[in-house]
């Protein structure tokens, strides 16, 4: 065989080689970093450059001394071979005779969870380490309950600097035997645990003599032999759309239409009878093209363009599945949630929830309970920080295809989206439909909006006045409302005192119970509306994403949003009630403007300076503006 035909088989075996994607996790200074810079320099898989910067790298940043620092090879922030810690996931790509990788390197502190959550959510496998003197940590106990939860069902246990405890089996036996308890009570079924010292090379490509008591593989031998199950190249396909390929005047074939997107299970091929949902238009594909051109058949793991027989309207978002084994549609649900955002998560606040190709609305109607990591027990919760997990329920503004994510991670997975500055605050798993999207339907009225609006002469509006106690929210739209009474029109003022006592007594003022409060007033607020009322809302409402929430309810111009615009100090001289003072002296908790924050609109419709004018005449501004004056 010639040079070139050798050139030319060895790229066809390493083309079709298996792709594995595994994580190393833990707690910090277990020797992560440490142990993907040995394994990559021991099985010889950098080059030259890489080489002579390693070793540059270690004389100036190492901890070695003049020995090669390993972890160097992963920790590339400034901050992390400063600290000597692992901030970000770093990924790296190396392959072997038998297999292809991708190994994401996750940071080890608490602080940094929500990243370790990252890099497991596409891996197939964990490598957890512990360090040998320490046994296992709660870091050890979060990160193998976060990989649980994300669907990864094969973990190697890597006992770390073995060296530094004598190589004693004793000490490897009992770690193993409490990880390997931890683990099948998570559900983590296939479970290899390695002694090793990665700084040495013990057992990390060869097995070492070090260990003569232990028969098992090395860390390389096993990720080059385990085999892991890949359940989606069976059973119906779905095709999450996320680009529409339409004709143009460029388009030989003008009534082109493909619908491309990566195929995350099954099987496409011509012919195939397809459902697109959540519509539930059927149809059958007429041609698949992949990358190259037309092909036979698109699989797993594959991009694809499907061109259909029949125009019917296919959106991005949208799954085609097999009509013979299509995914569930639903708008609530049971789910897991990894919290990451720096606030809080609080039941009733709105945020965007991102499956797939697919935005939605979204709201976490209910937490049931949060995680306690350490021994995996439900803990009653109100809320959730950073880090926590906890199991809620969720509605959606919309119906979405979905699947449980143990049966498929491409629409069983989701991110939360927070709706004001667009961070990623949350990373969840669906488990399961709480209501199927078809068993309820809006039932239609033949009396809609608009024909009451007619009969009473006015445009429903929602006036919602919103700023501190004491600002004169309530005076201002009573006010109003006697004014509307004069000319004749028909509103209603919704009160925030007069509400607790009825709709609202069961709600207190923490910061959760504030969410439900105004998502509740929110609702029938726009049921008023929706008889032909002008509904004046009276409430401090003190947080922007719930204001926003509540605007999201109305149609275009319905909603004006009126800050009542008064100083701290000149809402406590007014202060009648005598609240700011009892807050100020710490009998009550949660006051707005004293340990309860208030955010101020930033782009009100309305802004009524108290401080300039009088409730008379900025109650009048307000009449104009509902009567277009």
């Given at each position: ?175 193993a035997d409490e990880y390997t308890e931890l683990a099948h009570a998570l559900g983590i079924a296939h479970v290899q645990c390695v002694p090793m010292s990665a700084l040495k090379g013990e057992n990390l490509v060869h097995r070492g003599e070090a260990t003569p008591w232990y028969d098992g593989p090395s860390l390389l031998e096993y990720l080059d032999n385990v085999q ?402």
């Amino acid at each position: 065989m010639n040079v070139e035909a050798n050139i030319a088989e060895a790229l066809r075996k390493h083309e079709h080689k298996d792709l594995l994607r595994f994580i190393t996790c833990g707690s910090v200074d277990d020797g992560k970093s440490t142990l993907i810079g040995r394994l990559l320099y021991d099985s010889k898989r950098l080059f030259d450059d890489q080489l002579a910067a390693l070793a540059a790298d270690s004389r100036r940043h190492g901890t070695q001394g003049e020995s090669i620092d390993y972890a160097l090879l992963l920790d590339g922030l400034a901050a992390e071979r400063e600290q000597g810690i692992t901030i970000d996931v770093a990924y790296r790509f190396f392959d072997t005779e038998h297999r292809k990788y991708i190994v994401a390197d996750c940071p080890g502190h608490e602080q940094y969870t929500r990243n370790m959550a990252t890099g497991a959510s596409t891996a197939e496998l964990a490598v957890v380490l512990v360090d040998a003197r320490k046994g296992l940590l709660v870091q050890t106990r979060r990160h193998t309950y976060i990989a649980a939860l994300l669907g990864i069902r094969h973990v190697v246990l890597a006992v770390n600097k073995m060296d530094l405890v004598g190589y004693e089996q004793p000490v490897f036996d009992a770690i193993a035997d409490e990880y390997t308890e931890l683990a099948h009570a998570l559900g983590i079924a296939h479970v290899q645990c390695v002694p090793m010292s990665a700084l040495k090379g013990e057992n990390l490509v060869h097995r070492g003599e070090a260990t003569p008591w232990y028969d098992g593989p090395s860390l390389l031998e096993y990720l080059d032999n385990v085999q892991i199950e890949r359940p989606h190249a069976e059973g119906g396909f779905r095709l999450p759309v996320q680009w529409v390929q339409r004709p143009d005047r460029r388009d030989a074939e003008r009534d082109f239409r493909g619908y491309a997107g990566t195929l995350v299970a099954g099987r496409a091929k011509p012919g195939d009878a397809v459902v697109v949902l959540p519509s539930g238009r059927r149809s059958r594909i007429a041609r698949v093209l992949g990358p190259e051109g037309e092909v036979d058949a698109a699989v797993a793991g594959q991009a694809a363009m499907l061109v259909l027989e029949d125009e019917i309207d296919v959106s991005r978002g949208d799954v085609i599945a097999s009509a013979e084994d299509a995914p569930e549609v639903a708008d609530q649900f049971a789910a897991h949630v990894l919290w990451m955002g720096d606030g809080q998560l609080l039941p009733g606040r709105s945020y965007w929830l991102k499956l797939g190709t697919r935005t939605v609305g979204a709201t976490v109607s209910a937490l049931k309970h949060k995680v306690d990591i350490d021994t995996q027990a439900p803990l009653a919760a109100t809320h959730l920080a950073l880090n926590e997990v906890g199991y809620c329920n969720i509605a959606l503004d919309q119906a979405i295809a979905f699947e449980p994510y143990a049966r498929n991670r491409a629409l069983g997975g989701f991110i939360l989206i927070d709706r004001i500055d667009n961070a990623t605050v949350a990373a969840g798993t669906l488990d399961f439909a709480l209501r199927r999207a078809g068993n309820l339907h809006w039932q239609h009225i033949d009396v809609d909006k608009s024909t009451r609006a007619r009969s009473l002469g006015q445009s429903p509006r929602c006036v919602w006045f919103t700023g501190l106690s004491g600002s004169g929210k309530s005076t201002i739209a009573n006010l109003v409302d006697k004014r509307l009474h004069a000319l004749g029109k028909h509103a209603f003022v919704l009160d925030g005192d007069n509400v607790r006592h009825g709709l609202n007594r069961d709600l207190g003022f923490t910061d959760e119970d504030r969410v439900e409060n105004l998502r509740r007033v929110a609702e029938v607020a726009k049921l008023m509306t929706d008889a032909g009322l002008i509904v004046l809302v009276s409430f401090i409402s003190p947080f922007r994403t719930e204001r926003r929430a509540a605007r999201a309810l109305f149609g275009e111009g319905e909603f004006i949003e009126a800050f009542v615009d008064t100083p701290l100090a000149v809402a406590e001289q007014r202060d009648v009630k005598g609240l700011y003072a009892k807050a100020r002296r710490g009998e009550l908790p949660h006051f707005t403007g004293i340990d309860s924050p208030y955010e101020a609109p930033e782009a009100p419709e309305m802004r009524l300076d108290t401080a300039m004018e009088s409730p008379e005449a900025l109650a009048e501004r307000v009449v104009r503006r509902l009567l277009g004056e």
